[in-house]
């Protein structure tokens, strides 16, 4: 681990009890979900200004916990890279907003919401960013199909030329 | 016999309606503005000094539809936007011409999934396809010539009204 | 088919001001399509006259599906997805996805191939500062200089071409390595864009940086604090030009950046010139690295020697047994990645371009998510421009520099 992480971490630990674990030198520590504003606060006062990224990932079919959000810090002015990881349940996945505190959570919550289905919870605005916002299903999820179209061999060609939708003027 | 060669003489070149009227059409045919992703950067280059459209009429590229009677479908469409398109196509004055640029506006490309439109003829209907990922500016004018010969070809009977 | 999805002033009530509601300012939807948008971003601006009061963007006309798909797709037919993200900087998406997956199987890469990707990498950042420079200064009339920038971009595309065979969405950095050799006829070409370019700059500097009318319509227009960018997640050019020294290839440097000298410009203003000026900086430094990457280029093979995740030389095929059993390998199953997850981040020409990448031990991504810049970037905007006019507006989302493949992915 850096030298200058070390005491940042172990701050984190004492005061939020969670855990640290690193991999191919990323340090990421487990938070639960009650805790991550004030995770978040901490995070920032200890000089990590800029929240890099905020993305989750879907295990289905694992039911408990099936979502991880995951939060990635930048300290500008440190030079040190932290991450965050929350794990969530499958029925009505939620967490509180950190919209305060690094204002660009705003529309990656939005984003986690459309395509994930997690809910914000005392988000200002939360409702579809990249889907059309009468869009049903959440699309990132294991469980919603890709979507493809068959593709059209010769052997198969005019069945799907029947179906496919042309615009005939 | 008499008539033509003294006709030809005099500097009077005779034509008929049709063709006169695909010439005009032709040689200014005004694109819209339509450029979405990546093959908009290469419809650019194309309008750009190096490969020149304008030497093929194309003068301007007009981003409003009620000025434009090409509309040239640069990148892919995307489920949210096949209802603009849809409208910036209908309110497009008569005749107008689609070229379906690129693999995206033709069948879908590389992205065969939920959020892409699977070509654009879903929504429009397509004159010439231009093929590519995404095509060379000389393949976009290679394409507009073959509309070009398509319009050429066409008679009066043949346009929608 | 859905019709155009209408809004009313009633669904944004939360987010414009109450004389909206009154009826005493106009929402206007300066639309997805329109010339100065920059690609499909559709912004609804409140207007009191002239000036803007509140400007909302709503995005997502581009997007793609790319995170999904390339879930669908093994690590290496995934890489033809990735150059269509951010498209006018093909060549560092598939690096910071290569180096992605270089962390996650432990892969290294022979040091030709790092100098290589440096010097496409940098021309890269130049062609994608140059069509920059020219939509924006397109937007604000400078009509000429469209024309300057994409004469130049063809010779940078040449070589793109020579390189790989495809002038935009080349696929040519490959995890590992490259696909293959350069030609012989790249240095010298390179060697020509050296010596002629520096000059092309000072020219677009007589054009533009003394220009009252460009002073009038970018001076003091769409300021932001280093405090307020920080906070936006904003990185790039934008974070550079309000004073904060941050660029990833000399605070977190990637394949070998270190061993260049090159400066990281700054200026404190943080306005639209301040911005513009930082860029042209930045093309000029890109220049820098890449006379001193041709210097040092050193012999040898472009490709790592790992032939369970990278594929054989073709030549080999017909000799070699394992040579043949690895490419077969490759291209039925594909290679299986050990378990874990990685996060990787480059210095894209727009900010932070980083990825995500998670894998569950099977031989395609369990889960990539790319972090683009533009999205982060573009959520500054409705900040920049509360009570600027319309004709500022869009200096300043010249200014911001977005590519709508970036922020929709």
């Known amino acids: 681990m850096d030298k200058k992480l070390q005491p940042v971490v172990e701050q984190l630990e004492k005061e939020l009890g969670c855990t640290v674990s690193e991999t191919r030198g990323l340090v990421s520590l487990s938070v639960p979900a009650e805790k991550i504003v004030a995770a978040c606060q901490q995070v920032k006062d200890l000089g990590f200004a800029l929240l890099s990224a905020m993305t989750a990932v879907d295990y289905w079919p694992e039911e408990n916990p099936r979502f991880h959000v995951i939060y990635q810090f930048t300290s500008v002015s440190g030079n040190m890279v932290l991450g965050l990881r929350v794990p969530l349940p499958g029925l009505n996945p939620s967490l509180p907003t950190i919209s305060h505190i690094y204002r660009n959570a705003n529309w990656r919550e939005r984003e986690l919401w459309d395509m994930f289905g997690i809910k914000f919870q005392g988000h200002p605005d939360l409702r579809r960013i990249l889907m059309p916002a009468d869009w049903e299903g959440h699309p990132l999820r ?5 979507g493809y179209e068959e593709p059209q061999f010769t052997f198969n060609f005019d069945e799907i030329n029947l179906r496919k939708p042309y615009a005939k003027e | 016999m008499g008539i033509e060669q003294k006709m030809g003489n005099m500097g009077i070149a005779t034509t008929t309606l049709e063709q006169a009227v695909a010439w005009s059409r032709t ?3 005004w694109p819209m503005l339509f450029g979405l992703a990546c093959c908009a950067i290469e419809m650019m280059s194309a309008q750009a000094a190096h490969y020149d459209m304008s030497r093929f009429g194309m003068e301007l590229m007009r981003p409003s539809p009620r000025q434009s009677d090409l509309m040239i479908v640069a990148g892919r469409v995307s489920r949210k936007m096949a209802p603009v398109l849809r409208r910036l196509y209908d309110q497009m004055p008569e005749p107008k011409w689609v070229i379906a640029m690129g693999d995206c506006a033709s069948c879908g490309g590389v992205f065969n999934n939920y959020a892409i439109m699977q070509g654009v003829d879903e929504v429009v209907p397509v004159d010439v396809y231009v093929a590519g990922c995404p095509p060379r500016p000389e393949a976009l004018i290679h394409g507009v010539l073959t509309l070009y010969e398509k319009v050429q070809g066409m008679k009066f009977a043949e346009m929608k009204k | 088919m859905p019709d155009v999805q209408e809004i009313t002033v009633d669904d944004l009530k939360h987010l414009v001001s109450e004389r909206a509601i009154q009826g005493e300012t106009v929402l206007l939807n300066m639309g997805p399509q329109h010339p100065s948008t920059h690609g499909v971003l559709r912004l609804l601006l409140e207007l009191d006259g002239e000036i803007v009061v509140s400007c909302i963007p709503d995005i997502g006309f581009l997007h793609t599906g790319i995170e999904k798909n ?8 995934a890489e033809v997805m990735t150059d269509r993200l951010d498209y006018l900087n093909t060549v560092g998406n598939i690096l910071a996805y290569s180096l992605a997956v270089e962390k996650l199987v432990d892969l290294d890469v022979p040091p030709r191939a790092q100098v290589i ?4 990498t940098e021309l890269q950042r130049f062609s994608s500062h140059l069509v920059w420079l020219g939509t924006s200064a397109l937007d604000l009339a400078a009509m000429s200089m469209f024309l300057y920038c994409f004469r130049e971009r063809e010779q940078i595309l040449d070589i793109l071409e020579m390189c790989s065979g495809q002038r935009m969405m080349t696929t040519y950095i490959r995890p590992g390595g490259l696909w293959r050799d350069v030609p012989v006829e790249f240095e010298a070409a390179v060697r020509d864009i050296l010596k002629t370019f520096p000059r092309r700059i000072d ?14 319509r970018t001076y003091g227009i769409g300021k932001l604090t280093a405090e307020e960018c920080l906070n936006f997640g904003v990185t790039g050019p934008m974070l550079r030009a309000s004073g904060v020294k941050w660029d990833l290839r000399k605070d977190r440097p990637y394949s070998g950046y270190e061993q260049y000298d090159f400066e990281v410009p700054t200026r404190s203003e943080g306005d639209v010139y301040a911005r513009y000026l930082v860029r042209l900086e930045e093309m000029r430094q890109s220049l820098r690295i890449v006379g001193q990457a041709l210097n040092k280029l050193p012999m040898g093979a472009v490709r790592s020697n790992n032939f369970k995740f990278v594929p054989p030389q073709r030549s080999e095929i017909g000799v070699s047994m394992e040579a ?3 490419h077969f390998k490759l291209w039925t199953e594909g290679f299986n990645a050990p378990r874990g ?3 990787t981040a480059v210095e894209s020409p ?3 371009l980083g990825v995500y990448l998670e894998s569950n031990g099977g031989p395609k991504p369990y889960r990539i998510h790319w972090r683009t810049p533009s999205f982060d970037n573009l959520q500054s905007l409705p900040l920049m421009s509360r009570g600027v006019l319309v004709a500022d507006l869009v200096a300043i989302i010249g200014s911001v520099d977005i590519v709508l493949g970036d922020v929709d992915r």
């Not at chain 1, 294991?142 to 890709?146: E, G, H, R, S, T």
């Not at chain 3, 677009?204 to 220009?211: F, G, H, I, K, V």
């Open chain 3, 203 to 216: 020219e677009y500097e007589a054009l533009l940086t003394r220009n009252p009318l460009m002073l009038d």
């Open chain 3, 324 to 326: 043949l059993i690895h």
């Open chain 3, 117 to 120: 990707r440096v010097i496409l």
């Open chain 3, 350 to 352: 727009r900010g932070e």
């Open chain 3, 70 to 77: 390339m879930e669908a797709k093994t690590y290496q037919k």
């Open chain 3, 341 to 343: 997850f990685v996060y």
């Open chain 1, 142 to 146: 294991k469980d919603y199909p890709l």
């Open chain 2, 27 to 29: 040689n200014a045919m």
